[in-house]
């Protein structure tokens, strides 16, 4: 799925993050000694409204004095999860710290509840899985540098936000054939909305891609509505990201995780949908 690939990119440059800047809760700094650095779990936990696309990643920080930054799964834990409609699923380990879901796919309007017992200790996350909201459509339009010259394209994406006060929104977009530091640039492929002022109003939201887009070339975007505590972990991870590129920057501060018991990650229940557009 694009989608935890991405975030799953993400993530490990934040780990890098972590290690280097000294951060370790969300809730408060303390030092850590990079030559012994005392792993941490990192967990990403994803339920959706795709098919197929329910699962949770269960790995550990890696030394970063290593040659390879390595990230060891966790086998053997016990992943379940739930909604507030009643249904259980506990999930199945197949490899390299990745655990699927046997349940279709996620329901709008209900809360999911992640629980993972790994290593003697339990961690818990709740999600609530926003009311779908489509893309009326996807559009790319011709932007132009100094002097006239042509510097790429901007997108833009149109939806309609719903009458309600506090909708959130990542928006993703996807071209396989652009080296993904490219694509992606300062932000770190993160890019978000909040209905804050435009609720229940037409929403154009436009993006720029790096790399070189010449046309032929199909462009994909993915509009993931979001909980508020995903959004405000996007948001800080995003601020990390930028930071840490800045030369004048100080240490980066950590993300507002919604996992307990001090794991790394995040744990989200969100709906996509999906457009695609050949590049004029």
Known sequence: MKQQSVLTRQWRILVVLFLTSGFYSCQKVVSVDLNQSNPQIVIEGLVTDQRGTDSVVVNMTGDYFTPTLNFPPVTG???????????????????????????????????????VIANGKEYDAVSSMPQKVNIDSFYAVKATGPFGRRSGYDFYVIFKDPPQLGNYYQIVPHANFIPADSLYGDSGGIFLYDDEYTTGNEVSYRFRLGGTIVPGDTIGVDLLCIDKATYEYLQTLRTTIQTDRSPTSLAPSNPSTNISNGALGYFSAYTIDSKTLIVK
């Open 77 to 115: 834990a016990t992943v379940v999860i739930s909604d507030d409609a009643g249904n259980m699923d506990t999930l199945k380990g197949v490899k390299n710290g990745v655990y699927y879901s046997s349940n279709p796919q996620g329901i709008p309007g209900r809360t999911y509840a992640m629980k």
